[in-house]
Antibody, heavy 116, light 106 residues
């Protein structure tokens, strides 16, 4: 069974940094593109970032480009999202997703709150 | 841009409902539908505009191509209360979602 297990909730300050993690199991992680989708409170879904299976290709939404960085450790089957220069409008539940474009498995979500 | 309608559907149990998703450009059949139940992560329902994902009940069906797509629930059950999102995956990045349609039971 495919599973994506995300780290717990985070509280960050404006201008600060956080790191989210997502542990994958039940499929060949090193052969699979991965990504992140977020959902602000009471709002819809927004794709944030994607990374190729090798990690050699990374992609970002304009809203986070230059501030967020996606990476992966294929030896540990873990996906990361590094959030820098946090803003209040980054407050959202962040979902780890399996796949490029078609997201056939989702993590349980991690709530990130940005507040001073 | 993906535009979903209506924003909210209030339906009776057993009723047949159709949700619409219109695209601003030709997606061919590169469209997916996701279901998000209250307090849960989204899950993939339909890919390729009409192919049900593993484990999705047969009462869910998808249709359409090009710029107009429809998700139909043939007989709404109480467990179908959710927000439904369409998503395009022909033009990337970014991959984009519609704003969602909320299905409620009267």
């Amino acid at each position: 069974e495919m599973r994506l297990l995300q780290s717990g909730g985070h509280l960050g300050q404006p201008g600060g940094s956080l790191r989210l993690s997502c542990a994958a199991s039940g499929f060949t992680f090193s052969d699979t593109a991965m990504g992140w989708v977020r959902q602000a409170p009471g709002k819809g879904l927004e794709w944030v970032s994607g990374i190729s299976s090798s990690g050699g290709g990374t992609y970002y939404a304009d809203s986070v480009k230059g501030r967020f960085s996606v990476s992966r450790d294929n030896t540990k089957n873990i996906l990361y999202l590094h959030l820098n220069n946090l803003r209040a409008d980054d407050t959202a539940t962040y979902y780890c997703v399996k796949g490029y474009g078609l997201f056939d498995s989702w993590g349980q979500g991690t709530l990130v709150t940005v507040s001073s | 841009v993906l535009t979903q309608s209506p924003a909210t559907l209030s339906v009776s149990l057993g009723e047949r409902v159709s949700l619409s998703c219109r695209a601003s450009q030709n997606l061919v059949t590169n469209l997916a539908w996701y279901q998000q139940k209250p307090g849960q992560a989204p899950r993939l329902l339909i890919s390729g505009a009409s192919t049900r994902a593993t484990g999705v009940p047969a009462r869910f069906s998808g249709s359409g191509s090009g710029t107009h797509f429809t998700l139909t629930i043939s007989s709404v059950q109480s467990e179908d209360v959710a927000v439904y999102y369409c998503q395009q995956y022909i033009n990337w990045p970014p991959w984009t979602f519609g704003q969602g349609t909320r299905v409620e039971v009267k």
